[in-house]
T-cell receptor, first 109, second 115 residues
Framework: TQLLEQSPQFLSIQEGENLTVYCNSSSVFSSLQWYRQEPGEGPVLLVTVVTGGEVKKLKRLTFQFGDARKDSSLHITAAQPGDTGLYLCAGGVDYKLSFGAGTTVTVRA | DTEVTQTPKHLVMGMTNKKSLKCEQHMGHRAMYWYKQKAKKPPELMFVYSYEKLSINESVPSRFSPECPNSSLLNLHLHALQPEDSALYLC??????????????FGPGTRLTVT
């Protein structure tokens, strides 16, 4: 049983479109991370959100942490083929990261 | 510098071989991790070292043996593996502690194939 539920599982969009990935849990996390992973490579940390209600922007990526620190979202504006990858959310509990199942994003040129 | 390095990048081994995976970080992190990842799935935690001591073993078979020689190095010794052990093996490190201390920085992984 995964503590973090990610949706959707797969997302295929055309270049220039927007997309949102959701990460939900019934548990409260002290922090939540978002990673992007390309095939055959390790996950790369995109952002850490710590404060309930926090919004962080990284170029065309916007990350939100829910007020209750149980959920988060990742929004990509004007997606590009370079955004293609597996997006993982992860929450920290006692030295362990609990990962969501991941969202595979494909951006078609 | 947020780099974690892993060697080798690829490894092919027979079921009777003994091999080792290596991981190194120079960020002063005190927690290091081994994960196993199958295609299109999230990483699965195997082991956690905190301050060079094994703190978590997620019921991993004894054919996988971790070692932490010092605060910068982490090894995973492999012996008598099965074909189903073929996967991407990831090393990660973190400062440790709560909040942002949970941020883990991953290496590029070792692609292991067991024949």
């Amino acid at each position: 049983t995964q503590l973090l539920e990610q949706s959707p599982q797969f997302l295929s969009i055309q270049e220039g479109e927007n997309l949102t990935v959701y990460c939900n849990s019934s548990s409260v996390f002290s922090s939540l991370q978002w990673y992007r992973q390309e095939p055959g490579e390790g996950p790369v940390l995109l952002v850490t959100v710590v404060t309930g209600g926090e919004v962080k922007k990284l170029k065309r990526l916007t990350f939100q942490f829910g007020d209750a620190r149980k959920d988060s979202s990742l929004h990509i504006t004007a997606a590009q083929p370079g955004d293609t990858g597996l997006y993982l959310c992860a929450g920290g509990v006692d030295y362990k990261l609990s990962f969501g199942a991941g969202t595979t994003v494909t951006v078609r040129a | 510098d947020t780099e974690v390095t892993q060697t080798p990048k690829h490894l092919v081994m027979g079921m009777t071989n003994k091999k080792s995976l290596k991981c190194e970080q120079h960020m002063g992190h005190r927690a290091m991790y081994w994960y196993k990842q199958k295609a299109k799935k999230p990483p699965e935690l195997m082991f956690v070292y905190s301050y060079e001591k094994l703190s978590i073993n997620e019921s991993v078979p004894s054919r996988f043996s971790p070692e932490c020689p010092n605060s910068s190095l982490l090894n995973l010794h492999l012996h008598a593996l099965q074909p189903e052990d073929s996967a991407l093996y990831l090393c990660a490190s973190s400062k440790g502690g709560g909040g942002p201390g949970y941020e883990q920085y991953f290496g590029p992984g070792t692609r292991l194939t067991v024949t």
